[in-house]
């Protein structure tokens, strides 16, 4: 499958402060209060992570330009069950890119919750536990999508072509190390 890739950029609005600029709006005699630990980043439609994976849940998908049906289509993901990545979301529109970094507005019904990554390495072999002296089950190709199983520190269960084991985290895209 060859996919034409168009560079979209997305434009934001910055304000340029000078380095020798000074606050006067400061109060020397105000207390020190520690900065409250800020969270991850939630999505403000779903309440979801982001970053966060999904799997493409249809077997064609627009990309678009911007999050509605105005914009201009890019392209067109043809992988059914594909893993990408959510980084955006406006409304019923998520902004997804996938292994190679290119991404666009897809319409939320064509993405699933189903956890799915992509081989990054030929002949992986797929564990029957955890452990690199465990007995191989089978070998998957470069680019197979797996659906993903549990994982632990370095290794993620998969199952792909009927067949379901363990594979190192490290050679899998669809999946953070954390």
């Not at 630990?37 to 403000?44: D, F, H, M």
């Amino acid at each position: 499958m060859k996919i034409t890739h168009i560079l979209c950029l997305v434009l934001a609005t910055c304000v340029a402060v000078p380095a020798n600029a000074q606050d006067t709006t400061a109060n020397v005699d105000a207390p020190e209060v520690d900065a409250p630990e800020v969270g991850p980043e939630v999505g403000p439609e779903t309440n979801l992570p982001l970053p966060r994976y999904v799997s493409l849940k249809a077997k064609e998908a627009n990309v678009r330009r911007g999050p509605s049906l105005t914009h201009r289509i890019d392209w067109v993901f043809q992988r059914r069950d594909m893993p990408l990545q959510v980084v955006a979301e406006y409304g019923h529109w998520r902004r997804v890119i996938d292994r190679d970094g290119q991404g666009g507005w897809v319409h939320y019904t064509m993405l699933s919750g189903v956890r799915t990554v992509i081989v990054d390495q030929d002949r992986l072999p797929l564990r029957v536990k955890p452990t690199d002296t465990a007995p191989e089950r089978a070998e998957l190709e470069l680019n197979v999508i797996a659906r993903l199983g549990e994982c632990e520190a370095d290794w993620c269960e998969l199952t792909a072509g009927g067949y379901t084991g363990w594979a190192h985290k490290s050679v899998l895209w669809g999946v953070d190390a954390d």
